[in-house]
Structure formats: structure tokens, C-alpha cells
């Protein structure tokens, strides 16, 4: 359920009183929370549809709107425990709802970055970020860095294992036999062969002619252009606002974060904790809604069961 401070506990509930998903869902948090927001927002949830895991781990006077060590404490806790489920072959995908990653660290877990970060290295697995929106995807070479250090972070190695990684997604959770990906650029147009930098030449040029059916790199206003308007099944775009910013434009209630390299399916709602809307009733469930049921789709394309 998330930071219990912030909107994934409403937009979760919401999600699954709303439709119907085809699984049998696993929700782990604190059963009291939940039912709490429910009440306020008088919101029918289909109670005996799920299996419930209670961490009951969140303080009855916990406040909504602002990261709390308690709240850090009881998001990474249900983590760990949805972690342990998978690896017990309990669950075969995971949806995870925002955390706040200030409140997960005043909690005292140290170098915490993300959910991705963190599953990549409970699992042994190099990951990569994918978001979908519809038809429009793009993966992530780099994630949570600053622009500063940015250029420095690029090697052709991590570019080729990122589209490599991208092809192997779209052939199998997407059933792309033959995908097309666009490489985007790191500097305006494309680096002007040179007057805006040496990254396109030097490491991004290199890493695309790699692969076949990859073009690029290209400016990435132009590569976001023709991606949504179908010339591409993805984009591998260099840094984080490079890809969500075109992606929450064109379709912010559907997104979709996708983790690929893992054993299981993973996927999550693009949006934040918004502690400003937290307990209002005024989230959107969409990003959600979507985040499951693309979870059960790509799971029964893997082969496995729904439980």
C-alpha cells in the first residue's frame, strides 16, 4: 500500500473497488489504515476478494500530508515482506504503491534510491526502468542522478545492456517480434555533430549500431514525436525528465512504471506520494488501475498462473 502518509493507500483501495481484476490480489499493509480510508470515503471494497496482509505497523495518530520516520519504517517494511512472499514463490508479480523515499531514509535504512534500486539488489539482478503509456514506452539508461553528473554515468556498455534489455521486453511481455527503438539524444539536436557535445559520437552512436532495428540517437524532441506517433514500440531516453515528462503529457492516468530484469513482474503507478492531496479523496486511481492490470497481463504472457 505504500507510504501510508501519502495517496497509495487511497489510490490502491480505489483501484480495486472500481474493477475487477482477473488474479486473486495479495494487499500487504496495515489492515486498520485501510479500513480507516474506506470509511472516509465510503468506498465499497470488495473485502473478501483478497487475501489481506496486516503489518499493522502504523501509529493510529500518524498524520496524512508529510513524510514521517514512522511511515518510512512501515513502507520499507512492506516491502521486505512482499519481497520474501516472492521469493517463497508466494505471488508472481508485485505492484507497489509511492513511497516517500525522505521518509524511508529518516526511518534509518541507509542508501535507500528506490524500489527498483532495492529490488534489483535483493534479487541479484541488473534492472531497468520502462514506462508505458498505451502504446508509447520508454526505458530509462540513467535514473536518479543528478544532470551534473550525468555525462559521466554514460559508458556504450550501459547503453547496449539498456536497449538490450528494452528488445527482450517488447519480444516477450509485449509480443514485438521484430521491435523498433529509438535512441535518444543527450545534447539538443542530437549534439550538432559535435558543437554540443561528444556523447552522441563517442558512446551513443556506437551502442545503437550495435543492434539492428534501433535508430539513433536522435534529438529527443523528434524521437518523442515519432514515437507517439507509432514510428517506434519504445524509446531508450538518457535521463529521467527525458522520458517522463513527454510520457506524462501524453498519458499521465495510464502510465505504467515497468521493471524489467527481474525474475518476476514488477509494476507501479508513475506518480509520487502527493502528500498535498493525501487524504482528500481527490487522487486518481487511473495510474494504478493500470499498474495492476498490466502486472496480470504481462504475467500471463510469461506463462504463469493467476492466482
Known amino acids: 500500500m505504500g507510504d501510508p502518509s501519502g495517496v497509495g493507500p487511497e489510490v490502491l483501495l480505489k483501484a480495486i473497488s472500481r474493477r475487477h481484476f482477473r488474479s486473486s490480489l495479495i494487499v500487504i499493509g496495515d489492515l486498520a489504515r485501510l479500513k480507516s480510508i474506506a470509511r472516509r470515503f465510503r468506498l465499497s471494497v470488495p473485502w473478501s476478494s483478497c487475501r489481506w496482509i496486516d503489518c499493522a505497523n502504523v501509529p493510529k495518530k500518524l498524520p496524512f500530508g508529510a513524510p514521517h520516520p514512522a511511515s518510512g519504517r512501515a513502507a520499507y517494511a512492506y516491502l521486505r515482506e512482499a519481497v520474501s512472499l516472492i521469493k517463497q514463490d508466494g505471488a508472481d508479480g508485485l505492484v507497489t504503491a509511492p513511497v516517500s523515499k525522505e521518509a524511508?531514509?529518516?526511518?534509518?535504512?541507509?542508501?535507500?534510491?528506490g524500489h527498483t534500486e532495492f529490488l534489483g539488489e535483493s534479487f541479484g539482478r541488473r534492472t531497468v526502468m520502462m514506462f508505458a503509456s498505451g502504446k508509447f514506452r520508454v526505458s530509462l539508461v540513467t535514473t536518479h542522478v543528478s544532470i551534473r553528473r550525468l555525462p559521466?554515468?554514460?559508458?556504450?556498455?550501459?547503453?547496449?545492456?539498456?536497449?538490450?534489455?528494452?528488445?527482450?521486453?517488447?519480444?516477450?511481455?509485449?509480443?514485438?517480434?521484430?521491435?523498433?527503438?529509438?535512441?535518444?539524444?543527450?545534447?539538443?539536436?542530437?549534439?550538432?555533430?559535435?558543437?554540443?557535445?561528444?556523447?552522441?559520437?563517442?558512446?551513443?552512436?556506437?551502442?545503437?549500431?550495435?543492434?539492428?532495428?534501433?535508430?539513433?540517437?536522435?534529438?529527443a524532441d523528434s524521437a518523442v514525436r515519432q514515437a507517439a506517433d507509432g514510428k517506434f514500440d519504445a524509446l531508450v531516453a538518457i535521463y529521467h525528465d527525458q522520458a517522463l515528462i513527454p510520457l506524462k503529457l501524453l498519458g499521465w492516468s495510464r502510465a505504467v512504471n515497468v521493471t524489467l530484469g527481474l525474475p518476476f513482474v514488477r509494476t507501479s503507478p508513475v506518480h509520487g506520494t502527493a502528500f498535498d492531496i493525501a487524504a482528500s479523496g481527490k487522487a486518481d486511481c487511473g495510474s494504478m488501475e493500470s499498474a495492476i492490470r498490466l502486472a496480470e497481463d504481462l504475467t500471463l504472457r510469461r506463462g504463469k498462473r493467476t492466482r
Open 104 to 113: 524511508v531514509v529518516s526511518a534509518g535504512v541507509r542508501n535507500w534510491i
Open 152 to 219: 559521466h554515468q554514460l559508458t556504450a556498455a550501459k547503453v547496449r545492456g539498456v536497449i538490450r534489455a528494452t528488445r527482450e521486453a517488447l519480444q516477450r511481455d509485449f509480443g514485438i517480434r521484430r521491435p523498433r527503438i529509438g535512441l535518444c539524444a543527450l545534447n539538443p539536436h542530437g549534439g550538432e555533430g559535435g558543437m554540443f557535445g561528444e556523447e552522441e559520437s563517442r558512446i551513443l552512436r556506437p551502442a545503437a549500431r550495435s543492434f539492428t532495428g534501433v535508430a539513433g540517437p536522435l534529438p
